[in-house]
């Protein structure tokens, strides 16, 4: 009764959590439109990952509320989205004049709530998927990360503390205080200090679930296959939003990316589809190829034809998205066939197995050997845990 009660708790916690979040996310957007920053906003990725790191945080703290990771995913996008609606606040009052405000000079102290927040979120790369250390050295490694982040945090506050206290407030557009330059030999030197630990540790973080990865099996391995997949997007499509000039496209790109890392995290540690990402891996890998070799074709055929031979170009272009088009399934099916080799061995194997089936059942008249044959393949391509045939005999 006692542990149900618990539970209850924990998810009207997370529950009332995940609202605050929203409420944030309503109190950030309204104050950055009325600093003239909204366009950054609508145009950006933050509405649609902060409902989808909800989203996830709130699910996983509800199903599992002695995982952690649920709980760091909630409060940190809570501290990012305070430090957005504070810092919009206190531009309001500082460099726009809003003088009525009250709470400016806490909202300048404030500010900077985006620090602990980016400290936190690595943790979770750590504890995916249960949110136990797996060695009692990360003990250590946590106390000395969480020492690192405490000296870099009080630098990055220092600064907004201080210019309160002197009552001279200096901010540039996103709420930051703007320094005068005169940082202490010390508050830098310890600041320098902390952020050269902290990304060590990031590094250990990432290296240790990549060799977990290694010696893993089964469904732990599934679940880290998750985890460095969603990583994998994200990092690709940050850099490609990087590269492209266009705003929407880059924007959209970014969403898709942000989203990436917290959707992963999810489906490893609730175990939903599990062992499907093999398939979309797969999946994925080929569609990229496929496109890639068609663009290449398409180009080379449409360079060639006017180029070359002096074709006029809409008679080139049709030609070549003719060609393009006809060598789609065949290219697709042939880019399928090796990445499922090299990536999803298990459908590869499986197909080849049942292909070899149909090849056999051609010549095959005995139908206790159709029977037993039929069993085989069931068992080695789908494992069921129980498997019966029955046949109808005529009368």
């Not at 003239?36 to 609508?42: F, I, N, Y």
């Not at 000079?105 to 943790?123: E, G, I, R, T």
């Not at 055929?301 to 088009?325: D, M, Q």
């Amino acid at each position: 009764m006692r542990g149900v009660t618990k539970r209850r708790r924990s998810g009207v916690a997370a529950t009332g959590l995940g609202i605050l979040v929203l409420v944030l996310l309503v109190v950030s957007v309204t104050l950055s439109g009325m600093v003239h920053q909204l366009s950054v906003l609508s145009t950006g990725p933050i509405i649609p990952v902060v409902l989808i790191y909800v989203g996830v945080g709130v699910i996983v703290a509800r199903r599992q509320p002695r995982n952690p990771i649920g709980w760091i995913l909630l409060i940190s996008i809570a501290l990012l989205l305070l430090s957005t609606a504070v810092g919009s606040y206190a531009v309001l009052y500082y460099r726009l004049g809003h003088h009525g405000l009250p709470l400016a000079a806490a909202a300048v102290v404030l500010q900077p709530s985006w620090v602990p927040a980016l400290l936190l979120f690595p943790v979770v790369i750590l504890l995916f998927p249960d949110g136990r250390l797996t060695a009692r050295r990360w003990r250590w490694v946590l106390r000395v990360y969480a020492v690192a982040g405490a000296c870099a945090t009080a630098a990055l506050f220092a600064p907004a503390i201080g210019a309160v206290a002197s009552h001279d407030v200096h901010l540039d557009s996103f709420g930051d205080v703007i320094s005068n330059g005169h940082t202490g030999g010390a508050l830098a030197a310890a600041e320098m200090l902390g952020l050269l630990s902290i990304a060590v540790i990031w590094l250990s973080f990432v290296a240790h679930q990549a060799l977990s990865w290694r010696r893993a099996t089964g469904e732990r391995r599934q679940q880290l296959k998750w985890l460095a997949s969603g990583a994998a997007i994200t990092l690709v499509l940050l850099a490609a939003s990087i590269g492209i000039s266009s705003t929407s496209v880059a924007g959209e790109l970014l969403t898709v990316g942000l989203a990436a890392l917290p959707v992963g995290i999810g489906v490893g540690i609730l175990k939903y589809r599990l062992y499907d990402i093999d398939r979309i891996i797969s999946r994925t890998l080929a569609y990229a190829i496929v496109t890639g070799l068609l663009i290449g074709v398409y180009a080379g055929l449409v360079l060639l034809s006017t180029r070359v031979l002096s074709f006029h170009a809409p008679v080139a272009v049709a030609v070549s998205t003719l060609a393009a088009a006809a060598l789609f399934n065949p290219v697709r099916q042939r880019v399928q066939r090796v990445v499922d080799r090299r990536f999803n061995r298990a459908r590869y194997d499986a197909d080849q197995t049942v292909t070899a089936f149909s090849a056999r059942l051609k010549d095959v008249v005995d139908l206790d050997s159709v029977r037993d044959d039929l069993a085989s393949v069931v068992q080695r391509t789908l494992e069921p845990s129980h498997l019966s045939v029955w046949v109808s005999r005529p009368r």
